[in-house]
T-cell receptor, first 114, second 114 residues
Framework: DTAVSQTPKYLVTQMGNDKSIKCEQN?????MYWYKQDSKKFLKIMFS???????INETVPNRFSPKSPDKAHLNLHINSLELGDSAVYFC?????????????FGEGSWLTVV | QKEVEQNSGPLSVPEGAIASLNCTYS??????FFWYRQYSGKSPELIMS????GDKEDGRFTAQLNKASQYVSLLIRDSQPSDSATYLC??????????????FGKGTHLIIQP
């Protein structure tokens, strides 16, 4: 069983389109994240949710809108896609506790905007 | 401003030797430290976590932490070609309970030469 699963894995779309990436975790974690990894492999946090509540909203264009229907799901909707949005988007989850905040990543969604 | 610095490499090490990967961080309040391994086209996977000054060993991997110097390192003994990957250093400001996620360095590309 995949602990953090996201779909689709690959997505090629034209500029201006709207697309969504879905994520689900079966680890029972309270916290979920979206990270973006650019072409230089730099992994940067975009959003975090704790039990469906938005905790972190980094400097991300408002074309990106996360939605968490429940604590096991965190979806990412992107409006009016631009070339610069091409990247790998990783969903992740964690259960922050006294021993630290180990984050588990999904397999990634490779987005290419043409 | 949280910042995690790593030498991007590539770091080339002969098979069977010790690979040494280094990381410095700027936020003196950081509490938890992690090393992730990322193979090309895959998601990051956790190798080690360390929270206290000193060494922590797990099989062929040893993580070292020096909070006074704001320095974390990862040693890989008896390096194998399968260790060739990008190694990401990550830092968490909180020892637990926070949903801020981790701040990642840009990664060191390690190549183990057969």
């Amino acid at each position: 069983d995949t602990a953090v699963s996201q779909t689709p894995k690959y997505l090629v779309t034209q500029m201006g389109n709207d697309k969504s990436i879905k994520c689900e975790q079966n680890l029972g974690h309270d916290t979920m994240y979206w990270y973006k990894q650019d072409s230089k492999k730099f992994l940067k946090i975009m959003f975090s949710y704790n039990n469906k509540e938005l905790i972190i909203n980094e400097t991300v264009p408002n074309r990106f809108s996360p939605k968490s229907p429940d604590k096991a799901h965190l979806n990412l909707h992107i409006n009016s896609l631009e070339l610069g949005d091409s990247a790998v988007y990783f969903c992740a989850s964690s259960q922050p506790q006294g021993s630290g905040n180990t984050i588990y990543f999904g397999e990634g969604s490779w987005l290419t905007v043409v | 401003q949280k910042e995690v610095e790593q030498n991007s490499g590539p770091l080339s090490v002969p098979e069977g030797a010790i690979a040494s990967l280094n990381c410095t961080y700027s936020d003196r309040g950081s509490q938890s430290f992690f090393w992730y391994r990322q193979y090309s086209g895959k998601s990051p996977e956790l190798i080690m976590s360390i929270y206290s000054n000193g060494d922590k060993e797990d099989g062929r991997f040893t993580a070292q932490l020096n909070k006074a110097s704001q320095y974390v390192s990862l040693l890989i003994r008896d390096s194998q070609p399968s260790d060739s990957a990008t190694y990401l250093c990550a830092v968490d400001k909180y020892s637990g309970g926070g949903a801020d996620g981790l701040t990642f360095g840009k990664g060191t590309h390690l190549i183990i030469q057969p």
